[in-house]
Structures are given as structure tokens and as C-alpha cells.
């Protein structure tokens, strides 16, 4: 497709001339293609690989389907021979980024003798006085090297013992009784940046044998991985004859067919669910229901249904460890109910109906009163699948901050569940409840606020704090997800598909990139989400959009001879993400979609499926679907010619008016379809180059101004006011309005291109006099645990049987808005995972009867000295005494269910105005 600048130049021609524009602009890339393949039939040429109908060639690198069931590459990551001598690592307390200033690392070059090599003692968190060179003449470093990692603690160990804490480089304070470890994270192999599994990972602990304070460690640096390598061959094993058969003429196709239909196989675990892939073995709720809907309820909804059950617990669904302690940080495990409405819509099974309906709906009664936002009308949490914070987030956001976001596809997700509770409900003959009344509010609340004018598709999430804004950013599954379920209109799914930005090797989980965060959501490609996009394409009939989405998910199958988790967004590879897998499920499931729903268009209902075809100029052809089992038929379906509008369809030989076969068809019949073989209007298709936004302004109060350090690349500085433009300057600092009770500004940078880097951490600007604070310890004891740098007397400790109900008694000085917060600790589990984000419920008499969700997610395990800050709730009060009740309710309860524990420090209460 033509490069995004370029678009308005070809409409603009005269047809006579535009094929001229054309061939002229696409020479650089035909030229691109080794001369003796010019002569060959290609499906897609691009400027960095070409797909032919029996191979894929990307440079010297070629994947060739010799057969239907043999593949062959001689593909290897260009990162294999590339492991350089200059290594960045920070050292890390207690698996957080707390040494030095985000973008300041050690950096050594590694010259060993011997095969070893000793890094000088590095005092923590002091940056390194010189900056090394690497010699011209000797880039790479040996294999096997042998590093000592050596940092000096005493700094710290001593801090400990003096005052019981440490005060780190951004101000946090780690108490002594906190103290778990100390760890390295770095940018080389067997190195990550991923700071937050540390703890899990010991290979990466620094340990202090002789209680010197000295802290060491030994790496083994340019090992070999085997996980760094493809497999050079690929030929079929399993037995496929009970799934359905596909030929299409196209050699390459029907190989990666194959070899998806038997990487599905590889993934049923010996119990008979899904795993998420070769390198995950455990049942995910997202990985298996995303794959579920793609296409593998059509293939195996028995085994469907036995992974979507081990997803239950409590009659509801269970949220995959996450975030500040999962539910309700992450919010997307509603996923689930699309996979379970298409294994009905497959089978007509209602006794499975029955059984998977009160599971939903009492889900999604909880997520309602959980989660939803009742100033946007949108759910709140966490991005759908985009789970790891600061790989789609700013690194100032903790896990309240994500709680609070509004996402894009996470909001589709449950419009959707609640327009399948409706169906559901009209299937099983139940009362309606509402849900397809609240399924099109929130549709319409999506449209309202997370729609970008400026970009003409959605935005990732609103996110800030007190006052959200729109993350520009374009969020790729979410686009895709409003696109198939009707969310977006007909005229607006064309926009979203024509605007969403693509990349070279496919379109990236979101645009533009993140600096200096490594690829994996970040920077990342991943085929499941290519998949969506691509269904969601043929959808609105943008033909240049099919073609590239179909070209990139067979190009990475082809070469890595697998279907991998992801690649990276730069060069297509998929070393240097930071985890990656063989054979995951959700690749797996959307390469066989390419078959089911882009080229055959399958889409079923509860009458039954409807054939909306979706073929490509270049696949035009004879293609034969055989033994495809639908309910208590079995369909042979041949498929004819290219387009998207189809000339004649048949039933054993019969015409029929409609694309249709009814639920009720049993037996085995033979349809065709008969495509009209007419190309369809070139839609415009955003193809662009990689692009990374400024990085974010740290930006401090200093008396009455906002201050903050240059940033690279940036032109302008705008500035945010309660989530609305205030200014916008050129300097690095900005004098405060007055501002009233309380304010909270915040500042992104612009560089040249005009794209904008994250909000800034918000700056809260408040008086002193209208802020009140409530002990908590004057409505429970305080806790006997072993704790420091808490206010007053102590913290009252809440569990799931103790101290259930606190009460409070609050005098509004006048009629106002008021917001109440919780200051908090949770060292029940890890900032990134687990499952005991402790969740209360508010209640303020006259402004809050019916209650509020309050969220306490986990700050870091055993940490109980680690404090934060709940969710705030802003209510107007009416001058005068109110009651203040906070209470763990049944809908309250947690993933863990035992563990849902916090300690209390108080309650905060400004008045705003």
C-alpha cells in the first residue's frame, strides 16, 4: 500500500495517470526483490519481504513449502551474531527501578581474560563517572564470558540502621523491615529490564555471603540459547484427518495451515484445555477466549469448553494474575464470554448456554459495580491483553492510576458481553435484565469519549488522575474489536481501518512507540492481534489492508517455521522482545482464521452461519474447505474466483437467494460459492514508518512555577490544567495561575513531527486548610505489625473476617464537592502480579448510598512500610455531619478469595470547591 504520504498525491491525479504514480512509487520496492524472483507470481510485495504462493523471501532469508505438509527455512535472527561488548545494568532493591534515574544506567564493555571478567565495586545508586568506548576493532564479545557483578550496599545497609529506612534517588523511602533483596536487570542477555519479576528470578540476586555489604553476582554472558534459533524444518506429524481439510492452490498456505492445525493439537494439555502456548502451559483466560473466538470454537469447542471452565470460580470468572493483585486493576476477564457465546454459536448446545449464562451475569453485575465510571459511563482498568504497566503505560502510573484508565478494547470487551447477555437471555427464554439497554450506552460512551478527531480512530485509554485526557495513541485490537462488534458505525469502522497506522512487518499492538522501553507490547507485532485487525478489514472491505494483514501473519509463520507470541515492530524478528513462545495459542488460532473468516467469512448466529467471503485479487483461485463440522451437519465448501460480493452460492447443487445455511442443516452437503472476481474501491490504508513518541517531563513544583528537564527531540512543552490545555511554551518551566482549593497540572512534550509524549505524573497544587484527615485507627485498632512512616498512632489492618466495617463521622463545613482517599499499604503480593488487590466499598449517607468501590492493590510482598494511595471519590456534600462507612461486601471479594488484606492509615477528605 502507498506510504501515508503519499496518499493525497495519488488521489489527486487524473486516472489516466495514476497508474503511472503508481508503478513510479512501488519501483523502489520491486527493486528491493532479488531479480530472480521478478519472474515469479507474488501475492504481496513490500520494501522487506515478498510472499509468493509457495514461499517467503526476506533477504538472503527464504521459507519454501516444498509440500502441504513440509516446510523448510534458513532463517536466522540477525541478533544471533550481534551480542555486543558494551552492556547497560542497573542494581535494583526488592525487584523495583529504584537505583538511578530512569535513562541513567552503568555501562561497562566487557573485555575478558580468560573467559571472565570482574566489574569494578559499584556503590548503589551512584551513577558511573565516565562513559566507556567499545573498540572499533573488536565489537562482539567471546561466548560463555563469565561476569562478576559487584555492588557496595553499606551506603544503604547503614541508612538502614540509622534512621530504619532508605530514601531513594526519587524520594520513595524502603523501610529495613521491607529490605528483600538486592538484583541486577540490564539490557544483554540473559538480562532483562523487566524489574518486576526480579524477585522470581533469582539467577538475578545479588548475595552477601560474608556480611561485608558487598553484594555479587555471576552471569554468563552470550550463552547459547537455544531459544534464539528456529527450527530449520517443518514437517507434519499429527494425524489431521477428523479436522477440516483446506487446499487453496497456494503451496505456502496450505503448509501453514497445516502446521497451525497441528501447533493447535500440540496445545491441548493432557487434562484437555488449552495451554497459552510452548512456553506458558497454564489455561489464561484472555489467550484461551481470544483464541476461542478467532476460530477455534469452530475447530474444538470441546476442548473450548473444558478450558473455559477451569477459568471458574465462585460461579464467575476468573481474572488471570496482574497487576496490583489482578481484578479489579485488570478488568478484561469478560473475554471469556465471547469465547463462550461462540462455542454455543458453534455447537447449539444449551445446556452449555445454561451453564456458562449465570456465570457471566454475575461477572459482569460485579465488574458494574466495580468498575464502571459514573462521570464517562465507560469501565475502568486495565488495557485488554496490554497487561504489563509499563510496556503501554507512562512509568509514573501505579496501579490505582491503571484501575482508574478507561481503555479502549477493555470497553469493548464488556459492550459486547452485555449485548451476548441479551442474546443469551432471548435464546434461554429468560427475562430481560437490561443488558442490551447498558451494552448500547456504553457503545455510545465509547464513541463519545474515546474518539481522536485529529486521528480519525479511537484512542488507547483516558487516563491522568482527578481529570482523564486521551492518550492519542492508536491501541490496534481495541480499533479492531469496535470495528467487528459494531460498536463503530459503518462509515466510522472505514475511518478506524483506514487511519490505524501499519507498520512494514504488520500493524503494532499500539501507535506511536514508547522510548526506551523494550519491545514487547511496546515496539511489538503480535499475529493474534494482526488477526483481529484483519478480519475487521475485510469487515469494511479495504482490500490493501487484508492484503497486508494476510501477508504479515503468513510471513512470520513461514520464516520462524512456527507461530511465535510476537516479533518486533522494527525488523520484523522475533529475538529481542522481552518473552517470546513457540506455538502460542492465539497466533495459532489466528493463522486458521485467515481461513474461516477472512477468505470463507464465516459468521455464525443462532439460526445459523452466514458466508460473507473475503478474497483478494492475487488469491484468486479454486479453494476447498472439506469435513467442516458445524453442529450436526459436516460442510464441503468450495470457494471460486476473488472479491468480496459473491455471484452465486449453492447447496448440493441448488441455488440459494441468501450466503446462508440454517443451524437446524444436518448431514453432509457440498456448497459453493462463486465470487463475482470484481475489485473493489481502493480505500486509503495508513501505512507508515516506525515512530517514537518524546519521552515524558518529570515535572517538579518549585514555588509557584512547574519545572522540569529538557526533553530530546522536543520543540514545545504543553501544559494541562484539571485535564484541559493551559499553555503552551517553549521553556522548561511555567509559572502557576492561581488556582483555587486544588489543581492538578501536568506537562507533555512535542516534538518535531508533532507527536506528543505522555501526560506528566500529575503536580496536585492544594491548601493546606480545606484538607482534613481521619485516623484510622480511631475506628479499628491498630495493627501489631512490625511498621513505620505511618500517620498518627498506627494503622488498623482489614482483612476478609476482621475489621470489616470501619465508620467514621465527617462535618462539611459548607455545601461542595469533596474527595475522599485512603492512604494504604498491601504487601500481600507483588506490584505486577498475584491476586490480593484488597477492594472495599465506600458509603457516604445522602451523597453515596448505594456505595463505591475503593481498591487497595498491592504495593510489593511482605512490604506492609510501602504506603499509597487508594482510588479518590469525589461527592458533593451538603454542609453539615455525615456518616462514613467503609465495608467489605460480597461483591468485593477478590481472585484469591481468602486474601483480600490491606492496613489503613487514614482517610483524606479536600474540599475541591
Not at 510485495?45 to 523448510?72: D, E, H, I, M, P
Not at 443469551?424 to 443488558?435: D, H, N, P, R, V
Not at 519491545?519 to 478489514?537: C, D, E, G, L, R
Not at 495459542?585 to 489466528?590: P, T, Y
Request: glycine residues 8%.
Amino acid at each position: 500500500m502507498l506510504p501515508n504520504l503519499y496518499k493525497n498525491t495519488a488521489a489527486a491525479l487524473p486516472k489516466h495517470k495514476t497508474g503511472l504514480f503508481l508503478f513510479l512509487l512501488l519501483l523502489p520496492f520491486i527493486s528491493a526483490t532479488p531479480p530472480q524472483q521478478l519472474g515469479k507470481k507474488a501475492l504481496y510485495r513490500s520494501g522487506v519481504f515478498t510472499l509468493y504462493t509457495n514461499k517467503v523471501v526476506q533477504g538472503k532469508y527464504t521459507a519454501q513449502a516444498k509440500t502441504a505438509t513440509a516446510l523448510t527455512t534458513n532463517y536466522q535472527s540477525p541478533a544471533n551474531s550481534r551480542y555486543g561488548r558494551l552492556i547497560e545494568f542497573k542494581f535494583s532493591i526488592n525487584g523495583k527501578d529504584n537505583e538511578l534515574p530512569f535513562g541513567v544506567n552503568h555501562r561497562m564493555v566487557l573485555l575478558p581474560e580468560n573467559g571472565r571478567v570482574t566489574s569494578p565495586l559499584i556503590p548503589f545508586g551512584v551513577p558511573d563517572a565516565a562513559n566507556p568506548a567499545v573498540p572499533n576493532d573488536n565489537l562482539y564479545l567471546e561466548p560463555n564470558t563469565q561476569l562478576v557483578l559487584r555492588v557496595d550496599m553499606n551506603a544503604v545497609l547503614a541508612d538502614f540502621k540509622k534512621q530504619g529506612f532508605h530514601t531513594t534517588f526519587n524520594g520513595d523511602k524502603i523501610a529495613q523491615s521491607d529490605f528483600k533483596g538486592v538484583y541486577v536487570a540490564g539490557g544483554s542477555e540473559p538480562l532483562g529490564w523487566d524489574f518486576e519479576n526480579l524477585p522470581s528470578r533469582p539467577q538475578f540476586e545479588l548475595k552477601d555471603p560474608d556480611g561485608d555489604g558487598i553484594y555479587e553476582v555471576t552471569l554468563v554472558m552470550n550463552a547459547h540459547n537455544p531459544d534464539n534459533f528456529t527450527a530449520a524444518t517443518w514437517q507434519l506429524q499429527q494425524d489431521l484427518s477428523h479436522l477440516p481439510q483446506f487446499t487453496s492452490g497456494f503451496t505456502l498456505i496450505d503448509a501453514l495451515y497445516n502446521l497451525s492445525l497441528e501447533e493447535m493439537l500440540q496445545n491441548i494439555r493432557p487434562d484437555g484445555a488449552f495451554m497459552a502456548g510452548e512456553k506458558w502451559d497454564g489455561v489464561w483466560t484472555r489467550d484461551i477466549s481470544y483464541s476461542i473466538l478467532l476460530s477455534l470454537a469452530m475447530l474444538q469447542p470441546d476442548v473450548a469448553k473444558t478450558s473455559l471452565l477451569q477459568k471458574v470460580k465462585n460461579n464467575r470468572i476468573v481474572q488471570d494474575t496482574g497487576t496490583g493483585g489482578s481484578w479489579p486493576i485488570s478488568s478484561d476477564r469478560m473475554t471469556w464470554a465471547l469465547a463462550a457465546w461462540e462455542v454455543y454459536l458453534a455447537t447449539g448446545d444449551k445446556e452449555w448456554l445454561q451453564t456458562a449464562y449465570p456465570i457471566i451475569k454475575n461477572s459482569a453485575d460485579d465488574d458494574r459495580k466495580t468498575l464502571l465510571d459514573l462521570q464517562t459511563g465507560l469501565i475502568m482498568g486495565e488495557s485488554s491483553f496490554l497487561d504489563w504497566r509499563k510496556q503501554s503505560y507512562p512509568r509514573w502510573m501505579n496501579p490505582v492510576d491503571i484501575y482508574r484508565s478507561q481503555n479502549l478494547g477493555t470497553n469493548a470487551v464488556h459492550c459486547q458481553t452485555h449485548f451476548i447477555l441479551a442474546q443469551m437471555e432471548k435464546e434461554l427464554g429468560i427475562t430481560a435484565t437490561g443488558a442490551d439497554k447498558f451494552a448500547q450506552q456504553l457503545a455510545n460512551n465509547i464513541n463519545r469519549q474515546l474518539w481522536s478527531k485529529e486521528n480519525n480512530y479511537y484512542g488507547q485509554y483516558l487516563y491522568g488522575a482527578d481529570y482523564p485526557v486521551l492518550s492519542a495513541r492508536s491501541e490496534t485490537l481495541g480499533e479492531a474489536l469496535c470495528v467487528l462488534f459494531n460498536i463503530a458505525d459503518a462509515n466510522r469502522a472505514q475511518e478506524v481501518i483506514a487511519h490505524t497506522p501499519a507498520l512494514p512487518y504488520g500493524v503494532p499492538c499500539f501507535y506511536p512507540q514508547i522510548p526506551d522501553i523494550p519491545p514487547y507490547h511496546n515496539n511489538a507485532i503480535w499475529p493474534f492481534v494482526q488477526a483481529y485487525f484483519t478480519w475487521a478489514a475485510a469487515k469494511t472491505g479495504n482490500t490493501a489492508a487484508v492484503e497486508h494483514g494476510l501477508a504479515g501473519i503468513y510471513r512470520q509463520a513461514a520464516l520462524f517455521a512456527t507461530n511465535k507470541e510476537n516479533m518486533s515492530a522494527d525488523n520484523g524478528d522475533y529475538k529481542g522482545t522481552e518473552i517470546n513462545s513457540d506455538r502460542q495459542l492465539w497466533s495459532v488460532a489466528g493463522n486458521l482464521a485467515t481461513v474461516y473468516r477472512i477468505f470463507y467469512g464465516i459468521n455464525m448466529a443462532p439460526d445459523g452461519i452466514t458466508f460473507t467471503p473475503f478474497v483478494p485479487k492475487p488469491y484468486n483461485g479454486t479453494k476447498k474447505l472439506t469435513n467442516f463440522k458445524y453442529r450436526n451437519a459436516v460442510l464441503d465448501i468450495e470457494l471460486r474466483g476473488y472479491g468480496r460480493r459473491i455471484g452465486k452460492f449453492t447447496i448440493d447443487g441448488q441455488v440459494s437467494e441468501k450466503p446462508f445455511i440454517p443451524a437446524n442443516l444436518t448431514g453432509r452437503h457440498t456448497l459453493v460459492i462463486e465470487l463475482d472476481k470484481k475489485e473493489l474501491p481502493l480505500q486509503p490504508f495508513n501505512r507508515v514508518n516506525n515512530l517514537f513518541s518524546p519521552e515524558t517531563p518529570d515535572v517538579q513544583l518549585k514555588g509557584n512555577f512547574l519545572e522540569w528537564q529538557p526533553i530530546a527531540g522536543a520543540v514545545k512543552y504543553m501544559v494541562y490544567q484539571n485535564g484541559r490545555q493551559l499553555a503552551v511554551t517553549e521553556q522548561t518551566r511555567h509559572r502557576l495561575p492561581p488556582s483555587g482549593n486544588f489543581a492538578q497540572y501536568q506537562v507533555c512534550a512535542i516534538g518535531q513531527n508533532q507527536v506528543s509524549s505522555f501526560l506528566s505524573k500529575p503536580v496536585s497544587v492544594v491548601l493546606p486548610a480545606i484538607v482534613q484527615r481521619l485516623e484510622a485507627e480511631q475506628a479499628a485498632p491498630p495493627t501489631a505489625k512490625a511498621i513505620t512512616g505511618y500517620s498518627g498512632s498506627g494503622a488498623s489492618e482489614l482483612t476478609a473476617v476482621q475489621n470489616t466495617a470501619l465508620d467514621f463521622t465527617f462535618t462539611a463545613p459548607q455545601n461542595g464537592q469533596y474527595r475522599f482517599v485512603f492512604a494504604y499499604s498491601n504487601g500481600s503480593g507483588p506490584v505486577n502480579t498475584d491476586n490480593k488487590c484488597a477492594i472495599r466499598t465506600l458509603y457516604v449517607s445522602k451523597a453515596l448510598p448505594e456505595g463505591k468501590a475503593v481498591v487497595f492493590p498491592q504495593l510489593g510482598f511482605d512490604e506492609w512500610s510501602n504506603w499509597g494511595m487508594s482510588n479518590p471519590i469525589t461527592l458533593w456534600l451538603e454542609a453539615g455531619k455525615h456518616e462514613i462507612a467503609l465495608k467489605y461486601e460480597p461483591h468485593n471479594q477478590n481472585m484469591n478469595g481468602a486474601i483480600n488484606t490491606c492496613l489503613l492509615d487514614y482517610l483524606e477528605i479536600t474540599q475541591l470547591r
